[in-house]
């Protein structure tokens, strides 16, 4: 966060302004703040985001390592093109078109069906739960989504993570992949078809 938090500072200030109608507290009002030179609304973007960009790369690549090199990789990303940003699209949007792209390009390097998991703690995807069974429960079925999330290609992953973690709607995970509303409602119900034949009861 520190090298991140370096990055974000840097640069020049602009002084655009911001839309009048934009909540002071949203996404994109931080956003343009950051834009145009409070590093302060870049701790609370990364605040906010962190966790969910975090699991979704991991769940995406198997991977604690490649989910890590993505991550950076997103966040960097996005302080180099945040002076080009305009609140046309939610920001979480823009975060998960960066996110994306990043992937394509790892899914290429790695000939993109690759899935070599090296998670072995089932408790950094698991949901907080009140009591030692709902957390043991909770880990069997993390432990047991990962590798049910294995066997998916990659473009119905994507989908599922896509509308399941972060809410996106179809028209949404459509514009960001790049393909037809309807392909995007294909690959979630395949995906959550072979999830629930995957995963059985636990699911």
Known sequence: MSELRLAAAGGTAYSSGMPTDLDPDSDEALMLAWRDGDTAAFDALYARHRVRLYRFLVRETGSVAAGDELFQETWL???????????????????????HR???????????????????DADAIADRCPTPE???AGRQAGARLLDCLGTLPPEQREAFLLKEEHALGLAEIARLTGVAAETVKSRVRYALAKLKACMGELL
């Open 77 to 99: 990303t996005l302080i180099r093109q945040r002076h080009a940003y305009q609140p046309w699209a939610r920001f979480s949007t823009w975060l998960l078109e960066t996110a």
């Open 102 to 120: 990043r992937l394509i390009d790892w899914h290429r390097r790695e000939k993109r069906h690759r899935w070599d998991s090296d998670l072995t």
């Open 134 to 136: 709902a957390s043991a």
